[in-house]
């Protein structure tokens, strides 16, 4: 099993850009989640998932999008990206009550 | 609302000394699990220990236990014989049954030789 695949690693963006944070995992999990970490602000969470076709906002959704067509992936849109999204981006996924994570992915918006 | 609490931003041990890590929660949930994560400088979340409210017997993995209290909401993470690998931040987090997990904010554990 690959777990959590994120991509890509690292991007920098101009400021109005949109792009798209690529998220899968091959362990059949219904629960997904994208979090950004920011110095002292421990995980924040932005979007999730229960299931295919189920979306809910976290606590900080303002600016980003996500759509679950499948169980296996779950991306993370930014319509028009600012410079407050730089940050780190993980996405999770979890079956019951543990969360597995992805590498991460560090974005830049200049 | 439901907050977790790590009061230490910051530690620093010698190799192979004990440390304890804190982490308060506030939660009205009578079942729900903790976690602690662990983030070395790779940024990998790792998954240290969990530990289930229903569950009285702290848990413990090798080198790693917790001390949980649940009465006092507490929910603390000690390392024993502690490495140079242990050097991290440290996520302590919260998650009632099949709802949301909610992290502190870190501790960030340095390990001196």
């Known amino acids: 099993n690959a777990g959590v695949t994120q991509t890509p690693k690292f991007q920098v963006l101009k400021t109005g850009q949109s792009m798209t944070l690529q998220c899968a995992q091959d362990m059949n999990h219904e629960y997904m989640s994208w979090y950004r970490q920011d110095p002292g602000m421990g995980l924040r969470l932005i979007h999730y998932s229960v299931g295919a076709g189920i979306t809910d906002q976290g606590e900080v959704p303002n600016g980003y999008n996500v759509s679950r067509s499948t169980t296996e992936d779950f991306p993370l849109r930014l319509l028009s990206a600012a410079p407050s999204q730089t940050s780190v981006y993980f996405c999770?996924?979890?079956?019951?009550?543990?969360?597995?994570f992805g590498p991460g992915t560090r974005l830049t918006v200049l | 609302a439901q907050t977790v609490t790590q009061s230490q931003p910051e530690m620093s041990v010698q190799e192979a000394e004990t440390v304890t890590l804190s982490c308060t929660y506030d939660t009205s949930e009578n079942n729900y699990y903790l976690f602690w994560y662990k983030q070395p400088p790779s940024r990998q979340m790792i998954l240290v220990i969990r530990q289930e409210a229903y569950k009285q017997q702290n848990a413990t993995e090798n080198r790693f236990s917790v001390n949980f209290q649940k009465a006092a909401k507490s929910f603390s993470l000690k390392i024993s014989d502690s490495q140079l690998g242990d050097t991290a931040m440290y996520f302590c987090?919260?998650?009632?049954?099949?709802?949301?997990?909610?992290f502190g904010k870190g501790t960030r554990l340095h390990i001196l030789p």
């Open positions: 987090a919260f998650a009632p049954p099949d709802d949301k997990i909610i």
């Open positions: 999770a996924s979890s079956r019951g009550d543990t969360q597995y």
